[in-house]
């Protein structure tokens, strides 16, 4: 069974600071995708790593797939109250196309 | 409209009676999800679909059943619902592996 371990579960910071949250697994996925989720909607993508080592930007978040690609992990540079949401990666089996999410992590950025 | 949709948003059921949730995306898209969300847990795959008739079990998929005759449908039915399957359900849908899922809204379901 492949399975995602996601942390931390809760984030509670100040405005302005940074964070990382993890993900890590013992398989191996073809790619990891990382997903917000505000309250009452389903989760959006936020990007797809698929080489290892990759290293991807979007604006203040800078996500890395790590080189043996079975971990992963979200920086987000001076954390803002509208970054506040639920984080999730998500891992794609390479032979069945099984999309599987991580636990999550609640971020919570106080003004 | 074109997109994913599940219906209904809210349900109430009583132990033991069968419920369904639908689903319907537009997109024609081959792959189709369908996970249940419930608080420490994110997201848990409980049936997926890489293609018409074609379905396979995910973490999760004792107590229900799906099936997919129609490349944009993909219903989700409790047989007999039980308490523990109170919980959030969401459908989901990709083109191909490894691109991105979009998500329909959530069905609200709750039994008692």
């Known amino acids: 069974t492949q399975l995602l371990e996601q942390s931390p579960q809760f984030l509670s910071i100040q405005e302005g600071e940074n964070l990382t949250v993890y993900c890590n697994s013992s398989s191996v996925f073809s790619s990891l995708q990382w997903y917000r989720q505000e309250p009452g909607e389903g989760p959006v993508l936020l990007v797809t790593v698929v080489t290892g080592g990759e290293v991807k930007k979007l604006k203040r978040l800078t996500f890395q797939f790590g080189d043996a690609r079975k971990d992963s992990s979200l920086h987000i540079t001076a954390a803002q109250p509208g970054d506040t949401g639920l984080y999730l990666c998500a891992g794609i089996s390479s032979n069945t196309g099984k999309l599987i999410f991580g636990q999550g992590t609640t971020l919570q950025v106080k003004p | 409209d074109a997109g994913i949709t599940q219906s209904p948003r809210y349900k109430i059921t009583e132990t033991g009676r069968q ?68 919980s959030v359900y969401f459908c989901a849908s990709s083109s191909r592996r490894s691109t991105e899922a979009f998500f329909g809204q959530g069905t609200r379901l709750t039994v008692v």
């Open chain 2, 19 to 86: 419920v369904t949730l639908m689903c319907h995306q537009t997109w024609s898209h081959s792959y189709m999800f369908w996970y249940r969300q419930d608080l420490g847990h994110g997201l848990r795959l409980i049936y997926y679909s890489a293609a018409a008739d074609i379905t396979d079990k995910g973490e999760v998929p004792d107590g229900y059943v799906v099936s997919r005759s129609k490349t944009e449908n993909f219903p989700l039915t409790l047989e007999s619902a039980t308490r523990s399957q109170t």
